[in-house]
C-alpha cells in the first residue's frame, strides 16, 4: 500500500485541517486505497467496459428550435459591426 503525505496533499489542496481532520481524513483515504487495492485483485478478463451499470436507454427528447436569434435587432445597438460581426478593441498583440 502506498504511503499517505496527508501534509503535501493538505498544501496541494490549500487545506489546513486540524489534528482531528486530519486523522479523519487519512482513515477515509486509506478506506479509499484498501478498496481501490481490493478491486484491482478481482478479475475482469472477458468482461465488457460498461459506460453505466444500468441497462437503461436514455430517452431524448425532440431536437426542435425553440428560439430564435434576431441578430439584427442586437448589433443595431453594438458599438461596432462589420459583415454581421462584432468588432471588439484588439487585447493580444
Request: charged share 30%; proline share 5%; no cysteine.
Amino acid at each position: 500500500m502506498a504511503d499517505i503525505d496527508l501534509d503535501h496533499l493538505q498544501r496541494l489542496a490549500a487545506l489546513r485541517l486540524s489534528e482531528a481532520e486530519a486523522e479523519r481524513a487519512y482513515r477515509e483515504l486509506e478506506g479509499i486505497i484498501h478498496m481501490i487495492d481490493a478491486m484491482r485483485s478481482i478479475d475482469t478478463e472477458g468482461v465488457a467496459p460498461m459506460a453505466n451499470p444500468l441497462d437503461a436507454v436514455q430517452r431524448l427528447r425532440p431536437d426542435v428550435v425553440t428560439e430564435t436569434v434576431d441578430r439584427e435587432a442586437y448589433q443595431a445597438v453594438a458599438p461596432s459591426v462589420q459583415d454581421g460581426f462584432y468588432l471588439v478593441p484588439r487585447v493580444v498583440e
